[in-house]
């Protein structure tokens, strides 16, 4: 350069390069889980700005597993506490975990009374769906040696943080086991109950809006549900 006086002048500059930031990712989720945005399978390119203030590249390979589902097979309950559920998985990957509201974890459950059982499925990659089953009632001739607990509630539906009574009709006297789970098959509460035949009751309190499922079992096996709606 030339200055004013005419005199050559030399200018020294620096150059620093700062580094940019690339990156490719692969993730997997289950099927309605979210990943940095995006819940679809496919690549993904995004452009941020890292701690020099360069742009930086991240590409996503994304994969989005099928949630587990089944078929069924429900046989009705003849009044005796005879229904059964049979579950076979046709999406997911084994092995499967059995998660029932009546705390059996294989595919098959049986003694079952009339009313809504709650499944929890869960395959080998953590993927899990919750699925409701109804056992029927059928019209028939039953065992009578093989008389039905009966578990009534009231009121029911009930007002939110309301007292719930529930009378048991049974002809069996001894210890009678209570579970109590929420919509999404959650153990809530679980507690031993003494009978002495013909009827007994008990009380529940429920604080929270909801449907729940008190399940009742005997000491032979015999069981009774009801579902309760809660400030619904």
């Not at 150059?15 to 940095?36: D, H, K, M, R």
């Not at 079952?112 to 953590?126: H, K, R, V």
């Not at 009578?144 to 607990?149: D, M, T, V």
């Not at 007292?163 to 507690?191: C, E, H, N, P």
Request: charge should be negative; glycine fraction near 10%.
């Amino acid at each position: 350069l030339t200055a004013s006086n005419g005199c050559d002048s030399t200018v020294i500059s620096t150059v620093t390069l700062l580094p940019t930031s690339n990156a490719s990712i692969s993730a997997t989720i289950c099927a309605g889980e979210t990943f940095e945005g995006y819940n679809a399978n496919g690549t993904y390119t995004d452009v941020f700005v890292n701690q020099f203030g360069c742009d930086s590249v991240r590409v996503l390979d994304l994969t989005v597993l099928e949630l587990p589902s089944v078929e069924s097979e429900i046989s009705a309950d003849n009044g005796g506490g005879t229904g059964s559920i049979t579950v076979t998985p046709l999406t997911g990957n084994q092995p499967f975990v059995y998660i029932w509201s009546t705390d059996d974890t294989t595919a098959t459950i049986s003694g079952l009374s009339t009313g809504d059982y709650i499944l929890t499925l869960t395959d080998a990659e953590g993927c899990s769906v919750t699925l409701i089953f109804t056992v029927p009632l059928s019209v028939g001739i039953f065992d009578p040696n093989s008389a039905p607990i009966q578990l009534l509630a009231s009121p029911n539906p009930a007002g939110k943080a309301e007292m719930v009574g529930f009378s048991l009709t049974s002809t069996l006297s001894g210890k009678y086991f209570v579970s109590v789970f929420d919509a999404t098959g959650r153990l809530i509460r679980q507690f031993e109950h003494v009978h002495f035949e013909p009827s007994s009751a008990f009380d529940l309190p429920f604080n929270e809006a909801g449907l729940y499922f008190i399940h009742l079992t005997d000491n032979r096996g015999r069981r009774s549900q009801v579902k309760v709606a809660v400030g619904l």
